[in-house]
């Protein structure tokens, strides 16, 4: 580097001692150390002279020829910093320095990322299942949209939440968390995951540098999930090498969509056991459309067109067709698109089905409700789920948003790990009750339940309006519809404990069943609570929409004859900006079961061991009136409860499923 104008060599050097004594040596030139006076001791000599003049004449070539330089250089772009140094007060023009040429794929070292996988030690990072999350990206775009999420998953103090850097950048780490305000409050560990010779690595080498970070990363630390931003702003090098990377590894991948700060902001509430589970579940879809008010249908496909599925992978969805459609219902059809051909984020792919019944005679409840449960089937009953919509309700843009959360909250955190959730759980509703299922009784959580205005709660009675049924459950209700109606076949008498209907025939047949398998199984239902079912979705009321095995029934024909207003309109608003977080208790943290307001399908205040108590007298009785057990009344007091059979096959003694 050239000293600065105005700089004697000496005053540039001044910091080295050695040439600091040489210069002390020469003293000021053309003059001895010692000097009196300053006029020269002796004239000069004409060959002096001669030299001076041929010095003067190449200085001045040379700067005749910088000048022309100057003039004959492109302007400046102005987007680069001008140079310093001129004595004269002006900025140079220059040209723009050229890109160092990306030639090198020598061996790979991490100078930095050493040091701080050691020292986590601490996380426990050796062992598989720990609290780890880890935040990673290569551009420093994606940096500005990841750091705040970090920060605020850190501020929870639930998870030890990590930030890697793998970057071309050289812009160190202390500089990159100060451009986007972070400060030591924000508990983060820092990784710099950058390797050698970043600035002329190839794009190949790139590639495989983001691969060995994430490997050496978690060979340290094991993180639970690994949070990318998978937009344009992230570089391709990254993407490509993580993708390949995770899969050998057993974490989650989580690629976040655009504006993920306010789309996924709810991400930051999640433990690492529930985020460890991200891309373990999915879910279908079941719609059954009625007969008639196919305006209902409309609404709601339109909806599901419209709201944000970033968060899920695209579900299936079945619609149950009656005999008859009506043409508005036939027209909507044949342009519909699932997923929504507008979400970008999608791949093309048609995962709608239409199932439409050959027309004849009336369908019976029987009928119709073997015809729903044989439109799903779960390929993995502990992962694969079903969202059961009925046809007059309409979801919000973040109603998929909160079925992810929920589903990961309710299942996999580690609230309900420890407390068993997925054993006493039926369902997920996220519909708000507003009667019983007599439809008739109002519906009220007990003024002396430990429930604050906004808590969720768990109820016996299941829902057929908007329930995601765990895949366990629905094998199992499967499983039950088909003993029952076997049963049925090889007795002449109806049993009372299935001839009493305590489920209106304002809903579908096969309710009811579900209602029955719940009191057997001591199985609840989580429910929102009321605001927050208001933010993801709305049940309407403004047109009937009777199943197809009760149209005509005097009992309903009555009650359509009593029609009520929109309740719909009273609460729901499909275009609401509320972010469904703010209505959920404790900041979204799961409560532990008992702690959770819990109510017998009759809607009393019970305790989970009164719950499962009745179950178990129920089963029993049970058992001996439509299951055919010859259990006399002494033995049946003394017996044990029966292992459940995932397929309910413990309820029966007929035929070949004999106890």
């Known amino acids: ?31 001895p150390r010692i000097a009196a006076q300053w006029q020269a001791t002796r004239p000069p000599r004409r060959r002096a002279v001669a030299r001076l003049v041929a010095y003067v004449v190449f200085l001045a070539l040379l700067i005749f020829a910088i000048y022309r330089l100057i003039l004959s250089s492109p302007p400046d772009s102005g987007d680069r910093p001008t140079s310093r140094g001129s004595s004269s007060g002006f900025n140079t023009p220059r040209k723009p320095l050229a890109a160092p040429e990306r030639t090198y794929s020598g061996p790979i070292r991490f100078p930095e990322l050493g040091k701080t996988l050691r020292a986590i030690s601490g996380t426990g990072g050796a062992i598989e299942r720990n609290k780890n999350i ?54 983060l560990f820092l990784h710099d995951a950058r390797p050698d010779s970043v600035a002329i ?14 490997y050496f990363i978690n060979d340290y630390m094991h993180p639970q999930a690994v949070i990318i931003d998978s937009t344009d702003a992230e570089e391709d090098f990254f993407l490509r090498g993580f993708r390949d990377q995770i899969r050998g590894t057993k974490a989650a991948l989580i690629e976040l969509p655009d504006q993920p700060g306010t789309r996924l902001s709810w991400i930051t509430q999640l433990g690492a056991s529930a985020l460890s589970a991200w891309n373990s579940v999915d879910f279908d879809i079941i719609i059954q459309a009625p007969p008639t008010g196919s305006g209902n249908m409309i609404r709601l496909l339109a909806s599901l067109a419209r709201a944000d599925m970033s968060a899920v992978t695209p579900p299936h969805l079945t619609i149950e067709l009656p005999s008859e459609i009506e043409t508005p219902l036939e027209k909507m059809l044949a342009k519909f698109k699932w997923p929504s051909s507008g979400f970008k984020e999608l791949p093309r792919a048609n995962l709608l089905s239409l199932r439409h019944r050959i027309p004849r005679s009336k369908m ?25 919509l009925a046809p007059h309700t309409e979801v919000s843009p973040q109603f998929f948003h909160y079925v992810k959360y929920t589903l990961l909250n309710t299942l996999y955190s580690g609230a309900s790990i420890l407390g068993d959730w997925s054993d006493n759980i039926m369902g997920i509703s996220f519909q708000s009750p507003t009667t019983h299922l007599d439809a008739t009784t109002p519906f009220s959580i007990p003024k002396d339940s430990p429930a604050k205005p906004n808590n969720p709660f768990l109820w016996q009675a299941p829902s057929s309006d908007a329930t995601l049924f765990l895949g366990e459950r629905w094998v199992e209700l499967h499983g039950y519809v088909s003993q029952v109606l076997e049963s049925q076949g090889s007795r002449d008498d109806m049993p009372a404990m299935l001839a009493k209907k305590d489920v209106s025939k304002k809903y579908p047949a096969w309710l009811e069943y579900a209602l ?4 057997l199984r001591g199985y609840l239902t989580l429910y929102p609570s009321q605001e927050t079912a208001s933010v993801i979705m709305g049940s309407h ?19 359509e004859k009593n029609g009520k207003a929109d309740r719909a309109t009273l609460r729901f608003d499909p275009d609401s900006q509320v972010d469904m977080l703010v209505t959920l208790p404790e900041r979204g ?20 061991d009164e719950l499962r108590k009745d179950a178990h007298q129920h089963a029993r ?21 029966p292992r459940a059979d995932k397929a309910a096959r413990d309820l029966f003694c007929t035929n070949k499923n004999k106890a």
């Open 589 to 608: 943290e799961v409560a532990e079961l008992n702690e959770l307001p819990l109510l017998s399908w009759e809607g009393k205040q019970t305790t989970l």
């Open 201 to 214: 690595s190839t794009e190949p080498r790139m590639r495989l540098v983001a691969a060995r970070a994430l």
């Open 364 to 388: 019976s409840e029987e009928e119709s409700s073997a015809r729903f449960l044989e439109s799903f089937w779960p390929a993995s009953p502990r992962k694969s789920h079903v969202l059961v």
């Open 621 to 641: 009785q049970f058992r001996r009136e439509v299951g055919q057990c010859e259990v006399s009344e002494q033995a049946a007091e003394e017996e044990e409860e």
């Open 516 to 519: 029955q398998l719940s009191r």
């Open 134 to 187: 880890l935040f990673a990206t290569a551009s420093l775009r994606s940096a500005s949209t990841l750091l705040p999420m970090a920060c605020q998953m850190a501020a929870r103090d639930q998870n030890h939440v990590h930030f890697a850097l793998t970057s071309r950048s050289e812009i160190s780490i202390k500089e990159l968390l100060e451009i986007n305000g972070i400060d030591e409050s924000c508990n």
């Open 541 to 559: 009321s403004d047109l009937g929409d009777t199943p197809e095995e009760y149209i005509g029934d005097d009992e309903v024909a009555e009650g």
């Open 1 to 31: 580097m050239a000293p600065p104008r105005g700089r004697t060599k000496a005053r540039y050097w001044a910091g080295d001692e050695e040439m600091a004594k040489k210069d002390d040596d020469l003293g000021t030139p053309g003059h």
